[in-house]
C-alpha cells in the first residue's frame, strides 16, 4: 500500500500552523483548533491509496479541536449509528 505523506517540517515555522489548519480544513473536516504555542507547532499528515475509501492519519503536536459547520452552512454530517 502506498501512502501519500506531508509534513510542516518542510515550511518556516511561522506558516506551519497556518498549512495545518487548511490541510485539515481540506482534507477531512471543518475544524476551530488552536495551539498554545503556534512557534513550536509540528504536524504530519499521512493518506494512503485505497480507491473509493478515505482514510487519513495525523500526528501533531497538542492543540484543542471542536469541529464546526461546512463552509456552506449546511449542518455538519453526524456519523450513523452503528449496532
Not at 498549512?19 to 493518506?47: C, G, I, K, N, Y
Amino acid at each position: 500500500m502506498t501512502w501519500l505523506k506531508a509534513s510542516s517540517a518542510a515550511l518556516p515555522p511561522a506558516d506551519r500552523f497556518e498549512w495545518f489548519l487548511e490541510t485539515l480544513a481540506r482534507e477531512l473536516m471543518p475544524t476551530a483548533v488552536s495551539t498554545t504555542d503556534r512557534a513550536a507547532f509540528r504536524a504530519e499528515a499521512a493518506v494512503p491509496d485505497l480507491g473509493a475509501v478515505q482514510l487519513s492519519r495525523y500526528s501533531h503536536s497538542p492543540l484543542l479541536s471542536r469541529r464546526t459547520r461546512p463552509s456552506s452552512g449546511a449542518p455538519a454530517r453526524r456519523p450513523a449509528a452503528v449496532g
